[in-house]
């Protein structure tokens, strides 16, 4: 049995709408729509698709075969394959779930930022020079059909914040991430020569992202899957640009993977459900936001025990990236912002007018969107809110007391 399949579009990412007739995939045009006419601002992440599942219910399938199916849909619709591997869990789960069940792998790609930093052990390059290369360089060698490309994403990074038709417009590219490596992931299809003959080809080029880790929340004493618009991997640009050849895919979540989700959320459930407070399994501070929480005692799922259930085989002794601390400008960009205190001294660009354009832009849309969507008015760092889908896991049930 193989998945449906929902036509490729820019919408499967998520889009704002504003009253009946506004739509847009910038979360900056929205909330400035929703200024304007005084209409409320919705977020909408395949609602035509997951308001119709029952997500009450476990799929009685195995999260092995789902994955499996999910990536053999993706391997039949297009014509090269590019499997994204950061060396972390996420994009570790989609190269295995590939490998093991021998679906063709046209390319293993990561990028990192040696020549911005010139250090392996720094913040954005440890965990692909570490994890990541030697990984695909074993994968390679077993099946040597495989390509494997690294990317470094520094001199796209300066040449994106140079461009004459983008390095002021980039404000309303932001939804929440406005890292300098986030924002310039988007142009790799353009100044990656290979990538970039192959579109032109018309051949349908794939990049595939392990995205997104499901999200657990509590709304009203019941447990309910989030969607968040807070991502990482495709940015707006890409969406604009889905009737250009521009394919990517979430691995996760998309239009048509509702069973994944719901799977992965039911087996995160019963642990919830069923371990006690005083488990090992369980922990009294999470390692990010997508740790569920228990609705009543308040304790988190420990990372590791999270993503071996999710992920399995995943081997959580793996050395992985830190997680950012700065929600706006995230630390593994330092070489280009000039450290964190912002004081444009690049260790490898003299011409700092390119980290001002960078800044002026991050700063032009933090101040448009207002200090009712910043977390913290006073500390950019945290970040903007979020917009969010949910949808309940259990039924109407009593209140537990």
């Not at 014509?79 to 093991?100: A, N």
């Not at 790609?109 to 965990?127: C, L, P, Q, T, W």
Request: glycine share 6%.
């Amino acid at each position: 049995m193989t998945l449906s399949v929902t036509p490729y579009s820019g919408d499967q990412f998520g889009f704002y709408t504003v009253g009946q007739h506004f739509k847009t995939y910038s979360k900056l045009l929205a909330i400035e729509e929703m200024r304007r006419t005084g209409t409320h601002l919705e977020w909408n992440f395949n609602k035509q698709n997951y308001s119709k599942h029952d997500w009450t219910k476990e799929p009685k399938e195995s999260l092995e075969s789902l994955y499996r199916r999910r990536a053999q849909q993706i391997r039949d619709n297009y014509d090269y394959v590019v499997i994204w591997y950061s060396g972390g869990p996420d994009s570790w789960c989609v190269l295995d779930t590939f490998v093991k069940n021998h679906i063709k792998i046209d390319e293993i790609a990561s990028f990192h930022a040696y020549e911005g930093d010139k250090n392996r052990r720094s913040v954005i390059n440890e965990e692909i020079f570490c994890t990541a290369f030697p990984k695909a360089q074993e994968i390679i060698s077993k099946n040597p059909g495989i390509r494997h490309r690294m990317v470094d994403i520094s001199d796209i990074i300066v040449k994106v914040f140079d461009r004459p038709d983008y390095k002021f417009d980039f404000s309303y590219d932001i939804k929440s991430v406005a890292s300098a490596n986030y924002i310039a992931r988007q142009f790799i299809r353009d100044y990656v020569e290979d990538y970039k003959n192959m579109i032109a080809s018309g051949k349908r080029v794939c990049f595939v992202y392990g995205s997104e880790k499901p999200r657990i929340t509590t709304i009203n004493h019941q447990y309910h899957v989030a969607f968040i618009d807070a991502f990482a991997d495709t940015g707006i640009r890409i969406q604009k640009k889905a009737h250009e050849g521009y394919f990517d895919e979430w691995f996760f979540w998309s239009p048509d993977t509702a069973d994944i989700i719901a799977k992965q959320c039911h087996i995160l459930l019963k642990v919830l459900n069923l371990e006690p407070v005083t488990s090992p399994w369980m922990t009294d501070r999470p390692h990010g936001p997508h740790n569920p929480k228990h609705k009543i005692t308040g304790k988190f799922i420990r990372n590791d025990i999270y993503h071996t259930l999710i992920y399995p085989g995943w081997d959580p002794d793996t050395l992985v990236a830190m997680k950012p601390q700065n929600l706006l400008i995230a630390e593994r960009d330092d070489w280009f912002w000039g450290q964190t205190d912002m004081n444009w001294n690049r260790p490898l660009y003299s011409n700092n007018s390119i980290v001002q354009n960078a800044w002026g832009g991050v700063a032009t849309a933090f101040r448009r969107f207002g200090d009712d969507w910043l977390h913290d008015p006073l500390d950019w760092s945290k970040g903007l809110k979020g917009c969010i889908n949910t949808y309940a896991l259990e039924k109407n049930c009593q209140v537990d007391h």
